[in-house]
């Protein structure tokens, strides 16, 4: 058996992936603006911890969860899939959380002592869709993660492209507008800052009004009866716009067989997939016109972390 560890923006997911990337057990929390908001009723026992400092509460929760599955299970490995890019075994930047550096591979052998591997979480997350999800049938194909930024992952000829000295694959920092909207990198017009789910979620708050706090769900119920208003389909139409200039450009270089969509996205899928197959369609931007790569969307979702972590 292997643990696989999701950490991400605003949230922790540890499972016990079996030899088929079948997760068996699966523990999860959320972290959201410093507070730890526990939703698993069965970690009472961590419910007096909630003042914790963050990082604090990170490395209890996984020792306690990895002690725990150690009771029953053997496990061979421990893979990490971590937002941004992990160097010698640590987290180095989870903007999301104000945490500067997490030395998880310390933390990790606090309680194990077996391999541990630490990768990019877009990276993790296509490994799993091209193993066991929308992408298995594909040997050239490109995996997105539209969610908090964008992250990506290329295979090539069945092989997940992986240069020697940079993860690469910045995908979310390709520029698609000179001079554009400032990015998180310092960089001007990235992909991410016109693309990603949270700069659509938040313009559409802005734009209706809501509260910043609202739920994706209750944001995606308001959309959907907002069908009709006119700026709210003028930011979507922009959205998807943007979405196809990066898609373009993806295509054009890599040439892939299919393009799967993952992260967020996949949660606002009535709102966003057919105005984007609609548009994707008219094949304004691609150069080779006869044969676009199938638009799939993410099959694995919040699971394709972990078990990515384990391949
Ligand atoms: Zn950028």
Not at 199 to 205: A, G, S
């Amino acid at each position: 058996m292997k643990i696989g560890i999701d950490i991400g923006g605003s949230h922790i997911g540890i499972g016990v992936v079996n030899e088929n990337g079948k997760i068996i057990e699966k523990y999860e929390t959320d972290l959201s603006n410093n507070q730890v908001a526990l939703n698993n009723t069965n970690e009472s026992n961590l419910n007096n911890e909630i003042s914790l400092n963050i990082t604090e509460f990170i490395e209890k929760y996984i020792i306690e969860n990895i002690k725990k599955i150690q009771k029953n299970y053997n496990i061979d490995v421990i893979g990490v899939a971590s937002p941004g890019t992990p160097q010698n075994g640590k987290i180095t930047t989870m903007v999301n959380l104000g945490i500067k550096e997490l030395d998880i591979t310390n933390i990790i052998q606090k309680v194990y002592n077996g391999k541990i591997i630490v990768k990019n979480d877009a990276k993790c997350a296509g490994l799993a869709e091209k193993t066991y999800g929308s992408l298995n049938k594909y040997d050239d194909c490109v995996f997105l993660c539209l969610g908090t930024g964008i992250g990506g992952s290329v295979f090539i000829n069945g092989k997940q492209l992986e240069p020697k000295r940079y993860p690469a694959f910045e995908i979310g920092h390709m520029v698609i507008q000179k001079d554009g909207k400032i990015c998180n990198c310092g960089k001007k017009g990235c992909f991410e800052t016109y693309c990603s789910i949270k700069r659509l979620k938040d313009e559409l708050i802005q734009e209706l009004n809501l509260n910043k706090e609202i739920m994706a769900k209750d944001l995606l119920e308001i959309i959907k009866s907002k069908n009709q208003d006119e700026n709210v389909r003028r930011i979507i139409k922009e959205y998807i716009n943007n979405l196809i200039v990066g898609l373009s450009n993806i295509i054009d270089i890599f040439e892939p067989e299919a393009i799967a969509l993952g992260g967020s996205f996949v949660y606002f899928e009535d709102i966003l997939y057919n105005e984007l197959v609609k548009t994707y369609n008219e094949k304004r931007y691609a150069f080779n016109k006869e044969k676009l790569p199938e638009l799939k969307l993410a099959i694995l979702c919040n699971d394709a972390g972990i078990i990515g972590a384990t391949l």
